[in-house]
């Protein structure tokens, strides 16, 4: 002690390099902070598919790609190799390695600079970290720091740290983000010879970058793999296999797939959040990406003569509403026709494509499938006038049932119904199936909100049809299965309203209602009067699909589902201009067929799950009502148990007619004067339309309802009159009248209107052969309606010539 003290105080400089020895042993045990050890600013955030295949990488603080590995995750080849590449003595020195300093300084020397640093790996972590100069007190301060990173963190934790910061070229930072550029396949499945190559590139990442200089970065492989085996880290064999394995390099490509989906997903995360997250994975199925955007760009560009030059498309997962696949423009990096913006995503104006959850709200309310809607003129009052719904055909097609209507997407009835259920309770549903964006008052949409005027999304809508899959429950959609925190924590992402994780779902439909709207929706014999039986949405399984075109033409949809899937597709233009000509059935539809098609090419066919509380009635194909002996033909409908007909049809009658007089034959009439024949009878609300689809028909056009309020067409073929100017209309030849018991007899009058030119005289109507009334051109009897089958016929003279105009027969019951 005393010698100390005279040392101290007999040698001041003695003293102060004690003291300064000291402070440095002392310093070399002061921990690395662990905020310095933090992998926040070097990891990048991947974005998965659910295959883990990585759609997009998002650059860390230092513009780089980076994702940290667990150590269970860093295989032992790889270890092996970089332990011989970088530090042998690894495992042996305190973070400092003399030797190697010794060698690097006489060939620094040798050099006039530095060429060679002898850095240990515990070297490279610290130059990782703190981007220390590469001179001397650089040096210097780099191996004091990794003194005390040695006895900050163990071995085994430094190298962790090696593993995951050190540069690999090509802006990756850390093995795995080499692993998956070069190799497109995380560390844990690289063979030894690929572990060797990766190890060669950190010591020069320029100098060795493979993409560049290929061979230099495999000589270094072939060193590498040279010393572990003479360090017996791997056998012989091993060496023999890995140095005669050829390293595949994948093409780096552009590393961004499904683009407008992956920006959804980065919108969807706050930044506090996201830079907490070093992997995200999604839903979506790359596999169905690549197709799903390999069949829109081959439709769109051929519908470009039609100027249609975009579209988007939505799939989704049916059992979870996760989102499968989503292309929000044909070509994401087309900027002349804006493919950034995400079509998916954009308020449109859906069409015909929201009737079904109108007529869903009906089969609720008691209505079902087999019910008459009359499909004919209607004009509903609204505060700026009438509002005139009409046919995408234009034309008007009498009584329909409930499922023609919706499988034909016929507009008038949509209306007539939305009208009886009332347009707030229209709304207030379209918005409990998800579609918020309908976001104004009732009185600002009124009854055409059920033919499309408001604004929806493709991707809600496509939700809201899933959700009809499900049988009225839904679900919210899921775009993220999972993600893995910085420190290598997985967590999983658990809606809410999941059934699979024990949520409760919203039902929006009763199981019934939603099963008897996709059984309308896959019935391609309803469809078939619209659609032809050969459509682009007939598929060889089931499956619920329906159309939509705005009014303009501006937008056009299709949307649709099986047990399985729900795909929604829209075709239209970003710059709002009218495609030419396409409806959902040829813009959208060919789409969404090649889509579903796709989707189910290797899957076993399903058939839409029935549920309790469903019951299969025969009915009549024309009333709806329980068939009788008279009815033309019959089909099974499906309805709610407790909703199928009780009442017989009584459209239908057969009547025996005496051939020789046209009344009812009686018992006294001869058999062989007795002729039977159906007539068909509609209620007076069709009146109208019955008269105008007679008019048409005198004018050669075709009808499209054969057999309504007439007889058969053997009948008719005998219309044509002795001349051009000279007979009657109406009424109809053929025509059937009902007389009303309600209403008195002399309320049900028929006009019997007379056509004849000025050449005519003496123009007189016969009834049953009897002279009725004596008339003059262009005038109108009138006649008293009576149960029986009568005749009408003019007579009257031309030129000195006597006429008589062809037979009219008429029934009346």
């Not at 360090?231 to 091993?238: F, G, P």
């Not at 930044?271 to 069949?295: C, F, G, H, W």
């Not at 060889?540 to 501006?554: E, I, L, M, N, R």
């Not at 033309?632 to 020789?660: L, N, Q, S, W």
Request: charged residues 20%.
């Amino acid at each position: 002690m005393s010698r100390l003290r005279s040392i101290v105080i007999g040698h001041p400089w003695k003293s102060g390099a004690l003291v300064l020895a000291a402070s440095f042993i002392v310093s070399v045990f002061v921990p690395i902070p662990q905020s310095e050890l933090s992998p926040l600013p070097v990891i990048s955030l991947r974005i998965t598919d659910r295959n883990d295949i990585t759609l997009r990488e998002v650059l860390s603080d230092q513009e780089g790609r980076a994702y940290w590995l667990r150590p269970d995750e860093i295989p032992p080849q790889l270890i092996n190799a970089t332990i011989a590449a970088e530090d042998k003595y690894f495992y042996h020195h305190p973070g400092v390695n003399p030797l190697a300093i010794a060698r690097a300084f006489f060939q620094d020397v040798a050099a006039m600079r530095l060429v060679s640093g002898g850095s240990t790996i515990t070297q490279q972590v610290i130059r990782n970290i703190y981007h220390e100069k590469r001179t001397v007190l650089g040096k210097i301060v780099e191996a004091w720091l990794a003194l005390r990173l040695e006895r900050t963190i163990s071995k085994n934790e430094i190298l962790l740290q090696y593993l995951n910061r050190v540069p690999y070229g090509n802006g990756t930072y850390g093995a795995e983000a080499a692993s998956r550029l070069y190799f497109r396949k995380p560390v844990s499945h690289l063979s030894i010879a690929e572990a060797a190559f990766l190890a060669a590139i950190p010591n020069s990442p320029t100098g060795s970058n493979p993409y560049r200089v290929f061979s230099r970065a495999k000589s270094r492989q072939q060193l590498i793999l040279k010393r572990m085996l003479d360090e017996e880290l791997i056998t012989k064999e091993e060496y023999k296999r890995a140095a005669e394995e050829p390293v595949i390099l994948q093409d780096p490509g552009r590393n961004l797939r499904a683009p407008h989906f992956t920006d959804m997903i980065l919108n969807s995360i706050p930044p506090d959040e996201r830079a907490r997250m070093s992997v995200v994975r999604t839903t979506l199925d790359y596999n169905i990406q690549k197709a799903v955007e390999i069949l829109l760009k081959g439709h769109i560009s051929m519908l470009k003569k039609f100027h249609v030059t975009n579209g988007a498309v939505v799939v989704v997962d049916n059992a979870t509403c996760d989102i499968a696949a989503l292309a929000g423009s044909v070509d994401y990096f087309d900027s002349l026709r804006d493919g950034q913006f995400n079509g998916a995503l954009a308020e449109r104006q859906p069409g015909s494509a929201l009737k079904p959850f109108v007529y869903g709200l009906a089969l609720e309310s008691g209505m079902t499938a087999a019910d008459i809607i009359p499909d004919i003129p209607f004009a509903a009052p609204t505060r700026t006038g009438a509002f005139i719904p009409q046919n995408y055909d234009k034309k008007f097609h009498g009584p329909v049932h409930l499922r023609t209507a919706l499988a034909c997407s016929y507009n008038v009835p949509a209306v007539r119904v939305a009208q009886a259920v009332g347009v707030d309770a229209v709304l207030a549903r379209l918005r409990e199936c998800g579609l918020t964006t309908l976001d104004k008052p009732a009185s600002y949409y009124g009854l055409g909100v059920v033919l499309g005027d408001g604004e929806v999304t493709l991707l809600d809508l496509t939700r809201a049809y899933s959700m009809l899959a499900r049988g009225g429950y839904f679900l919210s959609d899921r775009t993220i299965l999972s993600y893995r925190d910085v420190a290598g924590n997985t967590h999983e992402f658990v809606p809410a309203d999941s059934p699979e994780f024990g949520g409760s779902p919203r039902i929006v439909y009763s199981p019934q209602v939603a099963y008897i709207l996709a059984n309308i929706l896959s019935d391609d014999d309803a469809r078939a009067p619209s659609f032809g039986f050969d459509s682009p949405i007939s598929l060889p399984f089931p499956c619920a699909v329906k159309t939509g075109t705005s009014k303009d033409y501006k937008d056009n949809w299709t949307v649709g589902f099986t047990p399985r899937w729900t795909v929604g597709v829209w075709v239209g233009n970003f710059d709002a201009t009218p495609m030419r000509s396409v409806s959902g059935i040829t813009g959208a539809g060919p789409i969404f067929r090649d889509v579903m098609l796709y989707l189910e090419q290797n899957s076993r066919w399903l058939s839409f799950p029935q549920p309790d509380g469903i019951v299969r009635v025969k009915v009549c194909t024309r009333s709806g009502k329980l068939p009788t002996k008279d009815c033309p033909g019959t089909m099974e409908e499906v309805f709610i148990k407790g909703t199928e007909p009780t009442a017989k049809c009584g459209m239908h009658h057969v009547y025996r007619i005496d051939d020789r007089t046209g009344r009812l034959a009686d018992a006294r009439t001869p058999k062989q004067f007795v002729e039977t024949k159906l007539v068909e009878t509609l209620p007076p609300i069709f009146d109208a339309w019955l008269d105008r689809q007679k008019a048409d028909d005198t004018r050669g056009a075709s009808n499209n309802q054969p057999g309504v309020g007439k007889e058969p067409a053997s009948e008719q073929t005998r219309r044509s009159l002795t001349s051009a100017d000279f007979g009657i209309a109406p009424p109809e030849n053929g025509s059937v009248y009902k007389i009303d018991p309600s209403l008195r007899r002399q309320f049900q009058m028929l006009d019997v209107a007379v056509v004849a030119g000025p050449a005519y005289q003496n123009v007189r109507l016969f009834v049953d052969g009897k002279l009725y009334s004596n008339l003059s051109a262009e005038k109108i009897a009138r006649w008293a309606l009576l149960p029986g089958l009568h005749e009408f016929r003019l007579s009257g003279e031309k030129n000195g010539r006597d006429l008589r105009s062809a037979p009219v027969r008429i029934m009346v019951y």
